[in-house]
């Protein structure tokens, strides 16, 4: 029995009392996943991004392990409502225009202290003045850093369009402004690249495409080392007090935290092991997050048709942004269907196997975009379910 096989079989017993649609964590490969991004962080803690989890149980378990400092939110109303939930240390990674939002954080002492925001524009620092509403509490704010890599004088762009601010120069400006404007402390860095940490460099089959992306990646880490660098000087010499620079993501750990101007590293998919994560040429991961659609037709011979399962990831279209068929091993989309909204045929020798009502399961192609769709995660230790935990779904929340 190959590994995949025992871990279907595994995954099958443990969820034999649950009907699907039914998703799983398998705890041991979460920690299994867990020691490995604190062992390629090399001592500097990883501060957790929140929407690659969207469970505040497992945030919570990570956050208990060694290594492991913070939570890097999506939204202004998921920061509070962690906050308010007893987390200590949020950053939001993306600028909100969510007023109501900025009213409640400046006017209470606990969630201001505990929620970092995101600002790359000092129109941003007039909207969140104008949304106050008497709240006197002082914001603490992080700038964000554009590390896309820029050839050819800027005519060629690899990364992200996020932040504007791209020059030591352009960052500190606004960092004075921020210093000099009363209701804010400015607290951080953050930096982001999507183009090094988000982009696997082993693509199935495109032997070529895969050496320019090492390629692309290898230009893109040593420019960007040499810029943040700067940044975090030019930066510091308007805020001493800076209190962290964040950097990094999944693919790129151990590389971002050889920097000496990085403090943190911000990592959450590489718990989860969703599919885009098999590319990659620096780590390998355990997939701990899965999904299990019910067989519920035989239409014919090599064909089972399964319940529902067209839950694509976000990102550019494409065969790679759909969940892949993962157990049992050897099933493949229906070209002219693929996943569908209510029903998903699969082609392959395994459907001759199955039987009206097993279970096919399934990878995300992202992380935490699966507990969009489910509102509980059944934590499967061995063969067996040790707790079932609702996602931020299951609580009632869907903050995009």
């Keep these: 029995m190959t590994a995949r096989a025992a871990d279907r079989a595994r995954y099958d017993r443990a969820t034999a009392h649950l009907d699907a649609p039914v998703a799983i964590v398998d705890l041991e490969a979460f920690d299994a996943n867990a020691d490995d991004l604190a062992r390629r962080a090399g001592g500097k803690p990883i501060r957790v991004a929140s929407k690659s989890v969207r469970c505040r149980a497992l945030l919570e378990r990570v956050l208990a392990r060694d290594g492991f400092a913070g939570i890097m939110s999506f939204t202004l109303a998921e920061s509070l409502w962690l906050a308010r939930s007893g987390f200590e240390d949020v950053l939001l990674a993306y600028p909100s225009a969510d007023r109501a939002g900025f009213a409640e954080l400046a006017a209470d002492p606990k ?72 209701g804010f402390e400015l607290v951080g860095i953050m930096a982001y690249e999507g183009h090094v940490a988000g982009v696997g460099d082993a693509v199935a089959g495109r032997p070529l495409r895969s050496r320019a992306i090492r390629l692309m990646q290898a230009a893109a880490r040593r420019e960007l080392a040499e810029r943040r660098a700067a940044v975090v000087r030019a930066v510091r010499a308007v805020a001493p007090g800076l209190e962290f620079v964040n950097g990094g993501g999944t693919g790129s750990v151990q590389h971002t935290a050889g920097e000496d ?74 070209p002219q269907e693929g996943a569908g909204e209510v029903q998903t045929p699969l082609l392959g020798s395994p459907a001759d196997d199955l039987l009206i009502g097993d279970k096919v399961w399934f990878r995300h192609a992202k992380a935490g975009e699966l507990c969009e769709r489910f509102d509980t995660l059944h934590l499967v230790e061995g063969d067996r379910v040790t707790a079932s935990v609702p996602t931020y779904r299951g609580e009632g929340h869907t903050f995009l």
Excluded: K
Aim: glycine share 10%; proline share 9%; net charge positive.
């Design 111 to 182: 969630l201001a202290a505990a929620v970092t925001v995101m600002v790359d524009d000092p129109a941003q620092l007039d909207l969140i003045d104008a949304a106050r509403r008497g709240g006197r509490e002082t914001v603490r704010v992080c700038l964000e850093l554009d590390t896309s890599l820029r050839l050819l004088g800027g005519r060629v762009r690899v990364g992200a369009r996020r932040s504007p601010l791209h020059s030591p120069a352009e960052i500190a400006e606004v960092a004075r402004t921020v210093v000099r404007r009363p």
């Design 261 to 334: 101007a990085v403090t943190e590293i911000a990592a959450g998919s590489g718990l989860y092991v969703p599919r885009l994560f098999d590319n990659y040429t620096s780590f390998r991961g355990r997939p701990a997050a899965l999904f299990a659609q019910p067989v519920v037709r035989r239409p014919g011979v090599g064909v089972v048709t399964v319940l529902g399962g067209g839950y694509p990831a976000s990102g550019a279209a494409g065969p790679d942004r759909l969940p892949v068929p993962y157990l049992p091993e050897g099933l493949r989309y229906d």
